[in-house]
T-cell receptor
């Protein structure tokens, strides 16, 4: 049972480069999320998708774009990476029952922008 | 806007002892959920325990229990019989009731269990 799978696990980018973080879940969840984790700041929501074909901004969306390709996949794109985007990125998914049971997380991507 | 505050950046406890991690939150919502997540050095986020705001009874999961004080907007985590494997970062999180589970996290408490 894979759960939420993120790729890659580590990445180093030069300032100005672009990249896409991939995320896939096999739990048939409607909702998917991208968070970033920075020291001393906990996790902050970048974007989320409540269902296939819809995306919405979270707390810190600037500099990012997302695509909900289908129900399983939700990608995060950095068009022009900046050192301020150095962080650990987590993808998560949750069941859409209104009971807010649990969000399941991937293992994270450590991104360094130099 | 909702906020979650964890005022203890680091804590330490001896193996087999009990430790309590603090969390306070601010919201005007009536329907919401609170969580404690554990993040060990592997970086994986693991749900420890969940509390529904409309339930007065405190949630328990084996050695983990919460003290949920709704009026005080306080949600502390008690770990009994601490084990070395409990060493991790612990995050308190809040979400409004509804279809999506957008989480608002505190800044975390790094717990070290000493042998």
């Amino acid at each position: 049972n894979a759960g939420v799978t993120q790729t890659p696990k580590f990445q180093v980018l030069k300032t100005g480069q672009s990249m896409t973080l991939q995320c896939a879940q096999d739990m048939n969840h409607n909702s998917m999320y991208w968070y970033r984790q920075d020291p001393g700041m906990g996790l902050r929501l970048i974007y989320y998708s409540a269902s296939e074909g819809t995306t919405d901004k979270g707390e810190v969306p600037n500099g990012y774009n997302v695509s909900r390709l289908n129900k399983r996949e939700f990608s995060l794109r950095l068009e022009s990476a900046a050192p301020s985007q150095t962080s650990v990125y987590f993808c998560a998914s949750s069941e859409d029952t209104g009971k807010n049971t649990e969000a399941f997380f991937g293992q994270g991507t450590r991104l360094t922008v130099v | 806007a909702q906020t979650v505050t964890q005022s203890q950046p680091e804590m330490s406890v001896q193996e087999a002892e009990t430790v309590t991690l603090s969390c306070t939150y601010d919201t005007s919502e009536n329907n919401y959920y609170l969580f404690w997540y554990k993040q060990p050095p592997s970086r994986q986020m693991i749900l420890v325990i969940r509390q529904e705001a409309y339930k007065q009874q405190n949630a328990t999961e084996n050695r983990f229990s919460v003290n949920f004080q709704k009026a005080a907007k306080s949600f502390s985590l008690k770990i009994s019989d601490s084990q070395l494997g409990d060493t991790a970062m612990y995050f308190c999180a809040f979400t409004r009731g509804g279809a999506t589970n957008k989480l608002i996290f505190g800044t975390g408490t790094l717990l070290a269990v000493q042998p």
